[in-house]
């Protein structure tokens, strides 16, 4: 399989000259492509070029996010039979690649997998922004296989719209929904700086993980149940929004507040789209109960 190993930059040429040098090392077989969205940092270009005239670059003229950037990008690489979108910000290991190909062979119907996220700083640990895969409960709640909330364990393409966060639990869900199957391969490990792009404490990110998870409900889940998640996310990101208040964060409740209006601005694209929703939840991919409430009781979750 002709494989692209596509990274998505903008302005991260420090990530690009700490990683690049190794991904291009450890991925025997495939071709490097760079694009880059729109940075404005001016000597990126040139960099590559110089020292590194084997990548491909596909260079954007302006910052489209990360949604949008890599469906442009990835416009130019439909020659391919696989593109991994891949982080300036991780460090893959030696052998990474084979496994995951291989699993395409394997299985026709598989749409997408990941590799196991390893935190580049304390690499005995899952890297919390993915471990194992982004997922969501009934409620519209998102959580990832090895982090729940703020509590890590240790042991068609994507909508540009939402520009950054949730996509690929968006892209997952409508692959599932159409009988294609999502994985994480163990045996393809990386390392995963986190926070490359908007760091935790990021009031845009807030605002972007709310947003961006009501609109992924309710393109995917049935219409009847959507409209319970709203509202029920209505008041959970309400008491989310007061929680910020009290600690003294008011930019992350100013967040919440755009993000829900930003949300009802789009609804109807998203909801009432013909075609677009679904009758049924899916098989698969979906924890059936509430992540929230199970995390305040400390119980463990079962997903199919």
């Known amino acids: 399989m002709r494989t692209a190993v596509a990274l998505l930059n903008f302005n991260g040429l420090h990530w690009l000259k700490k990683f690049l040098p190794t991904v291009e090392a450890h991925s025997p077989g495939a071709d490097i492509v760079v694009i ?31 949604a949008g950037g890599y469906m442009q990008g990835l416009k130019q690489l439909s020659h391919y039979d696989l593109a991994v979108l891949m982080n300036t910000d991780i460090e893959p290991q030696m052998g990474w690649l084979e496994p995951l190909t291989d699993r395409f062979i394997q299985n026709p119907k598989l749409g997408a997998i990941q590799p196991k996220l390893r935190n580049y700083s304390k690499q005995s640990e899952f890297e919390y922004a993915g471990a194992m895969g982004g997922l969501m409960d009934r409620w519209g709640i998102p959580f990832a296989y090895g982090r729940i909330l703020g509590q890590c364990e240790e042991v068609g393409g994507l909508d540009s719209e939402f520009f950054a966060h949730m996509e690929e639990i968006d892209l997952c869900w409508r692959m599932h929904r159409h009988g294609w199957g999502v994985e ?29 998870s009501l609109l992924t409900v309710v393109r995917n889940a049935p219409s009847a149940s959507a409209m319970r998640i709203v509202a029920f996310r209505l008041l959970v990101d309400g008491l989310a929004g007061i ?6 964060q008011p930019k992350h409740t100013l967040a919440i507040v755009q993000a829900h209006f930003d949300f009802y ?31 305040l009781r400390r119980r463990p979750s079962t997903i199919e």
């Open 36 to 66: 880059d969205n729109g940075s404005t940092e001016p000597d990126t270009l040139n960099w590559l070029a110089s020292e590194h005239p084997k990548v491909h670059v596909i260079a954007l003229p302006q910052n489209l996010g990360y």
């Open 184 to 212: 994480a391969c163990s045996s393809s490990l990386v390392y995963h700086v986190g926070g490359g792009t908007l760091t935790v404490g990021s009031p845009r990110k807030t605002f972007l993980n709310v947003r961006n």
């Open 243 to 248: 929680r910020y208040l009290i600690q003294g």
């Open 265 to 295: 601005r789009r609804f109807s694209l998203y909801a009432l789209n013909p075609g677009k929703n679904p009758k049924s939840w899916p098989r698969v991919g979906v924890y059936s109960g509430s992540i929230l409430w199970n995390q």
